[in-house]
């Protein structure tokens, strides 16, 4: 039997996600976290620091220091919200867009290439395999966590 274990190290290491900084964009250095950060505001409409950290499943804490990085970056700008003033609205300032547009696209061109390895058949494999461990790791009570950690 493969080594699943094994078959994961592998993959983060060839994903680059053990690296300091994932991405460079706008000759700025941007951290894996960031860039998740990045994606993320960018996908959701006008989101609470709150509602961000949990869709990344990080600590208020953590996410909050890799907020005013990103801001003193320039990159993503925090608005008090008119109603509550204790909560913040995330948004991408125009230079926080143009480093997501960026990574975005060096992402797409670098799945593109590891795809061109591989035939049609193969590829919709591969995708519908990840979708499949997307929504298994979802049902996981041990998710996001380090198991027995």
């Known amino acids: 039997m493969e080594n699943t274990r094994e078959l994961f190290q592998i993959m983060t290491r060839r994903f680059g996600l053990l690296n300091k900084n994932c991405c460079t964009a706008g000759g700025i250095e941007i951290s894996l976290i960031q860039s998740h950060i990045l994606y993320e505001v960018d996908k959701m409409p006008r989101p609470s620091m709150q509602e961000a950290a949990e869709v990344l499943g990080t600590d ?28 913040h609205i995330l948004s991408l ?51 996001c966590t380090t198991p027995l950690g």
């Open 93 to 143: 300032t125009t230079e926080g867009k143009y480093v997501a547009t960026t990574i975005d696209h060096q992402m797409n061109t670098y799945l593109n290439e590891v795809f061109s390895h591989m035939n049609e058949f193969e590829k919709e494999t591969v995708i519908r395999s990840i979708k499949l461990l997307n929504e298994a790791m979802a049902k996981s009570s041990v998710c």
């Open 60 to 87: 208020i804490t953590t996410f909050s220091r890799q907020v005013q990085s990103l801001v003193k970056l320039n990159l993503l700008k925090k608005t008090p919200h008119p109603d509550d003033r204790r909560v």
